[in-house]
């Protein structure tokens, strides 16, 4: 897959591409059905498929802080686009000069010009350019004048609720893990890199791998059964909470902490991936430091019995 960042660094491809555009974010089941039916199209009309997306996403430019949480980050998000047959990633960085780009503009300059597209695909209640004023309509008239075909996504159901990830979103907040995972294809997980903490965990005997969400609102929070993987090729049980530490420190920012069972070595700096199975309680701010032990003892001996039970299964 070739990662482009950037209109600036866009070559126009000569004989054309397929496109759909979005955030995409979570690649849950509903777009890979789009991607892999764009990749079929890709095949059948001998082009290449072209993902459009976008960093930051629209919501967060316009609301900030209170944009909807992020199911993952861009990382993430191209990690995933990998395992699937997408021949370019182009990420597009939505600024005030984008945010203000006429959807005449967009179409012409960018989908036209620049990507010169034969076959794109999006939602029938796609908006885009200045004032949202570009839509389905729009796109459909441009096609036929300029010779490309534009197709709608659909909607992909499962057990009778429409496929999105605010679904998802909604689910992770609910502790509602196993839904969370029906509707991704995959357990829901974050990576990141294991950074260097305060170190308190370890003092009162649970030392942590921490991992930075730099976010202030996100899908999940509490102390939840995981596992981990990254490190040696193996994956290691243990239990995570994600939250602000209201105990230690109250800080604003999300970290997620993770504490491995029968696990010493050192690992700053890691890219890990922390796989989240079940919820074992909200994150709740405790009296001291010697409370707080008392239930990580509790959370870990639960952990343990739900790690157990899965292997039963």
Same mark, same amino acid.
């Given at each position: 897959m070739?990662?482009?960042?950037?209109?600036?660094?866009?070559?126009?491809?000569?004989n054309?591409?397929?496109?759909?555009?979005g955030?995409?974010?979570?690649?849950?089941l509903?777009? #890979?059905?789009?991607?892999r %039916?764009? $990749? #079929?199209?890709? @095949?059948?009309?001998? &082009?290449p498929?072209?993902?459009?997306t976008?960093?930051? *996403?629209?919501l967060?430019y316009?609301?900030?802080?209170? +944009?909807?949480?992020?199911?993952?980050?861009?990382?993430?998000?191209v990690?995933e686009?990998? @395992?699937?047959?997408v021949d370019? &990633?182009?990420?597009?960085?939505?600024?005030?000069?984008?945010?203000?780009c006429?959807?005449? *503009?967009f179409?012409?300059?960018?989908?036209? /010009?620049?990507?010169?597209?034969?076959?794109?695909?999006?939602?029938d209640?796609?908006?885009?350019?200045?004032?949202?004023?570009?839509?389905?309509?729009?796109l459909?008239?441009?096609?036929?004048?300029?010779?490309?075909?534009?197709?709608?996504?659909?909607s992909? !159901?499962?057990?009778g609720?429409?496929?999105?990830?605010?679904l998802?979103?909604?689910a992770?907040s609910?502790?509602?893990? =196993?839904? $969370?995972? *029906?509707?991704?294809?995959?357990?829901?997980?974050?990576?990141?890199?294991? $950074?260097?903490?305060?170190k308190r965990?370890r003092?009162?005997?649970f030392?942590? $791998?921490n991992?930075k =969400?730099?976010?202030k609102?996100?899908?999940i929070?509490?102390?939840?059964?995981?596992t981990?993987?990254?490190?040696?090729d193996l994956e290691? !049980?243990?239990?995570?909470n994600?939250g602000?530490?209201p105990?230690?420190d109250g800080?604003?920012?999300?970290?997620?902490?993770?504490h491995?069972?029968?696990? /010493?070595?050192?690992?700053?700096?890691r890219?890990?991936?922390?796989?989240f199975? *079940?919820?074992i309680?909200?994150e709740?701010?405790?009296?001291?430091?010697d409370? &707080?032990?008392?239930q990580i003892?509790?959370?870990? +001996?639960?952990?343990k %019995?739900i790690? +157990?039970?899965?292997?039963?299964?």
């Amino acid at each position: 897959m070739h990662l482009i960042r950037g209109l600036s660094h866009l070559e126009s491809f000569k004989n054309g591409c397929v496109l759909t555009i979005g955030n995409f974010d979570g690649l849950h089941l509903g777009h #890979q059905v789009v991607i892999r %039916k764009l $990749a #079929q199209r890709g @095949k059948d009309m001998g &082009l290449p498929v072209v993902i459009m997306t976008f960093e930051p *996403q629209p919501l967060e430019y316009f609301l900030n802080d209170n +944009a909807p949480s992020r199911l993952m980050c861009l990382r993430e998000k191209v990690i995933e686009f990998t @395992k699937l047959p997408v021949d370019n &990633l182009l990420i597009v960085s939505f600024n005030r000069d984008f945010a203000n780009c006429d959807a005449e *503009q967009f179409i012409d300059d960018i989908l036209i /010009d620049k990507l010169n597209v034969k076959h794109l695909v999006v939602g029938d209640d796609f908006h885009f350019g200045k004032a949202r004023r570009g839509n389905f309509a729009m796109l459909k008239g441009k096609g036929k004048a300029h010779g490309f075909s534009v197709e709608d996504t659909g909607s992909h !159901q499962l057990a009778g609720f429409r496929i999105s990830s605010t679904l998802i979103r909604d689910a992770l907040s609910a502790g509602d893990l =196993m839904a $969370a995972e *029906q509707l991704l294809g995959r357990r829901y997980s974050v990576c990141g890199r294991v $950074a260097h903490g305060a170190k308190r965990g370890r003092s009162i005997g649970f030392p942590t $791998a921490n991992i930075k =969400m730099f976010r202030k609102n996100t899908p999940i929070n509490g102390v939840f059964a995981v596992t981990m993987t990254g490190i040696d090729d193996l994956e290691f !049980q243990g239990v995570a909470n994600v939250g602000t530490r209201p105990t230690v420190d109250g800080s604003s920012n999300v970290l997620l902490e993770t504490h491995l069972f029968d696990f /010493d070595k050192e690992i700053y700096g890691r890219y890990v991936e922390v796989h989240f199975y *079940q919820k074992i309680r909200d994150e709740i701010r405790f009296r001291s430091l010697d409370e &707080l032990k008392d239930q990580i003892l509790k959370d870990v +001996a639960d952990t343990k %019995k739900i790690f +157990a039970e899965i292997k039963r299964l």
